[in-house]
């Protein structure tokens, strides 16, 4: 096993925590905003240091042999591996365009210093493979959007009951798993608590409450920063399909997909943009879920199912093209206040490089051709057809809804009338360079979609490695009628 060369993983943890105490010190806003841009910046290079030396390790799993965390606390604590290897950078590349994006009008409602410590628990989370370690640091990044409303003295229960049961529900839910041991298949006891762990961290229905209330009250670069990284999917990856019986995932696949579609015709009727954004975020989230169902039936070469695959594409292209979308969003609340859909705005003059950006980005996350989006969802309608058929039907529905709601919102942001403005609107050089980043990323994600494609197909291989040495599959010997074509001509 190939080690890395650097220690990469924990100078990005150092450099966000360190600059989450300097920044949390600075009076000056603007100096906050600064700081906290190059910070992400560094911390986002490390995050691609270390994926680049795993790419180049040719490994399936690499712990950092520099590392002062992971002697002490583990050998698992800390690892990349196909799964991860590209959320990492993600991450840290939702972080840094959010603190780059963020105007003069939102840096004092923003908090860089949390939001700094809140990358870093962030980025530990996706690369802790401990279950325990993982269930610790899921805790911890709860505590940043509860401060953050108890500051805007909004209201916190909601959000603070549901994160609470789902802390509660892991740590009880793993606690079963280890008492019962690795011998025998896992009773309803210990996977029903993490299954509904998973449920109310992903949105799920009917635990999606939260995330429309956080939406609400919080931030919308806190709340987005939040959702987006999916770390309730990782959690599902670590904690749940390596050890859930077959009817745990059948019972994720069909609560997923109510929610994909719930969620996707919640989005075509909303009248305020955040709600209307966070509706869509779910039924894209569910849909990954969705994919990930699949795993429950192995074929007995032990190929990855295709939906598998085309779910963790779409973790990755709706991760970026959702982001990039709220980020547009949140662009236009700064400009205008919230923003309503019930009537029409009119801003494509004033602000056209932000309605490129918004179409761009929403046509992407529903698998536009050309766009980075577009293989993956191939792969999860094919995959979805392959296992049942009203699934791939469903999916492919949940697509067309999503994809409505998007040209209406834009639409009603964009179009429809003429917007009378007395100051100038137009977007600044680093809105730009975030827009420029986005569209370079979904285009270029598109038009060359090999790479992305085949490292999901590793990280879909490992994951049914890790399954199957719970739940093995005996191969099915050829028979001589496949063996010898000719062999039904003399059988009886």
Not at 127 to 156: D, H, M, N, S
Not at 363 to 368: D, E, I, M, Q
Not at 392 to 403: Q, R
Request: net charge neutral; charged share 15%.
């Amino acid at each position: 096993m190939s080690e890395l060369h650097l220690p990469w993983l924990e100078l990005a943890l150092f450099l966000l925590l360190g600059g989450a105490l300097g920044v949390g010190r600075m009076r000056e806003r603007v100096d906050a905003r600064k700081w906290s841009v190059v910070i992400s910046a560094l911390a986002l290079l490390c995050t691609l240091g270390a994926w680049g030396d795993f790419v180049l390790s040719r490994g399936t799993e690499s712990s950092d042999p520099y590392s002062l965390i992971t002697p002490v606390l583990g050998q698992h604590f800390m690892v990349i591996d196909d799964l991860n290897a590209p959320l990492l950078p993600l991450g840290a590349f939702l972080y840094f365009l959010t603190f780059c994006a963020t105007l003069r009008t939102k840096i004092r409602r923003f908090s860089f210093a949390w939001s700094l410590a809140a990358e870093a628990i962030m980025l530990a989370t996706l690369c802790c493979k401990e279950p325990w370690g993982l269930i610790a640091l899921l805790a911890a990044g709860t505590v940043q959007p509860y401060l953050e409303l108890r500051a805007r003295r909004r209201p916190t229960g909601v959000f603070a009951w549901h994160m609470l049961l789902f802390v509660t529900l892991l740590v009880v839910g793993w606690g079963m798993v280890q008492m019962e041991g690795n011998h025998g298949v896992h009773t309803w006891m210990a996977m029903v608590p993490l299954m509904l762990a998973i449920f109310i961290r992903c949105g799920i229905a009917p635990f999606h409450c939260w995330t429309t209330d956080l939406f609400e009250h919080a931030t919308f670069g806190t709340a987005l920063l939040y959702l987006a990284p999916m770390t309730g999917a990782y959690a599902a990856v670590r904690l749940v399909l390596p050890n859930a019986p077959e009817w745990i995932l059948r019972t994720i696949g069909v609560m997923s997909l109510i929610t994909a579609i719930y969620a996707a015709g919640m989005a075509l009727i909303q009248r305020e943009a955040r709600r209307f954004f966070c509706y869509l975020f779910l039924s894209h989230a569910a849909l990954v879920l969705v994919g990930m169902d699949t795993i429950a039936n192995l074929s007995p070469s032990g190929e990855p199912p295709l939906g598998l695959t085309g779910a963790l594409c779409v973790w990755l292209s709706v991760g970026l093209a959702l982001a990039g979308f709220g980020l547009t969003i949140r662009a236009l609340e700064a400009r205008h206040g919230r923003m309503s859909l019930a009537n029409f705005h009119g801003l494509y003059e004033h602000t056209p490089s932000l309605a490129v950006c918004f179409m761009l980005t929403g046509l992407a996350s529903v698998g536009f051709p050309g766009t980075f989006g577009f293989l993956g969802m191939e792969l999860l309608v094919d995959g979805a057809v392959e296992e049942y058929a009203y699934v791939g039907v469903a999916v492919v529905a949940v697509a067309a809804l999503n994809g409505i709601a998007v040209l209406r919102a834009y639409f009603l942001l964009f179009t429809g009338t003429r917007h009378v403005a007395s100051v100038p609107l137009m977007v600044g050089w680093r809105e730009r360079f975030t827009v420029l980043t986005l569209a370079a990323l979904i285009l270029g994600g598109g038009l060359y979609p090999q790479p992305g494609v085949a490292s999901r197909h590793h990280a879909a291989r490992e994951i049914v490695e890790q399954r199957q040495k719970r739940f093995p599959i005996t191969p099915v010997a050829p028979s001589n009628l496949a063996a010898e074509p000719e062999a039904w001509l003399t059988a009886p």
